[in-house]
Structures are given as C-alpha cells and as structure tokens.
C-alpha cells in the first residue's frame, strides 16, 4: 500500500486499524510516526510518512487522548444528547466564558498525553467520524466551542 501511494503522489498516510498490542509496543518507542519502506525497497525511493492512530477508534471519543470519557465531552455534536451522548455518562457541554478556563485545561491535558506518544512537537487531533457534519448546525458547534477554546489557550 505505502508504494502505491508514493506512485500517485501522496507525500503521507495515516492508519488507525492496526492490532493493539502493535500500537502499543510503537506508542512506547514513541514510534507512532515512522517512514514505511517495504522489504523489497533498497533505496527508499517509495518511503512514505506514514502517521499512527494511537488509540481505540477514529471517533471523537477515541482522538483527542486516552481517556475517552475526557474526550467525549468535547464532542459538541453530542449536546442535548445528539449522537446518543456520551457513552460514560459525562455529557458535552457547550463552552462559556465561565467554563472556558477549565475546560480547555481538561481537553489539553488529554492534548498532552496523546502528544507525549509521538517524538514531535505537533499533534494530530481528528474532530468526527463517517456520517458526520451533516449540518451546518453541527459544524457550527464544534467551531464555535473549539474556536473559544482555542482563544482561551492562545491567551493564557
């Protein structure tokens, strides 16, 4: 698959189906990242960067850290309990300026964890799953809540 990518150009990829007792041998060696050279390839003229997944799933809950309970609240498509809510019963909350300064302090503390698995100093934080930002109403949300989250941070 890597050298098929490399042919048409691609630069990177990013995999999340990998078995678990893989991913966790490559989260302590902070391996998480990596160029994927196949055997037959002497000269790693197909090598690509290829970009881990380090937890469960590719959903919200499963992307932002380890703790999914944490990460679910700040699935805002899950207020008023869109998507089922949250599964470990902590719901989303919508974020106001008299929650931002904790809240963004929980989320980047998830931040950090899942950055401290990786040797750079940039993280991959995907924000929804398949059948997702079907409305505009639900795009707004996770913007809007982000966007104060990210001001709060930018600030502090």
């Not at 719901?91 to 904790?102: D, F, G, L, Y």
């Not at 924000?127 to 079907?134: C, E, M, P, Q, S």
């Amino acid at each position: 698959m890597a050298d098929i990518l490399k042919d048409y150009g691609f630069q990177g990829m990013l995999i999340q189906r990998v078995h678990y007792a893989v991913k966790k041998e490559l989260a302590q060696r902070k391996h998480l990242e990596f160029n994927w050279r196949q055997t037959y390839d002497d000269t790693g003229d197909h090598d690509i960067f290829t970009h881990v997944m380090p937890f469960y799933s590719y959903d919200v809950p499963h992307t932002c850290g380890p703790d999914p309970s944490v990460c679910c609240q700040f699935d805002f498509a899950r207020i008023n309990n869109g998507y089922g809510g949250c599964p470990w019963h902590k719901p989303a909350e919508r974020i106001t300026h008299s929650n931002v300064a904790r809240r963004s302090k929980l989320i980047l503390d998830q931040w950090q964890k899942k950055a401290s698995l990786y040797r750079s100093n940039v993280v991959l934080v995907p924000l929804g799953d398949d059948f997702r930002y079907r409305t505009n109403n639900e795009a707004e949300e996770q913007y809007n809540n982000f966007q104060m989250i990210f001001d709060y941070l930018n600030a502090n």
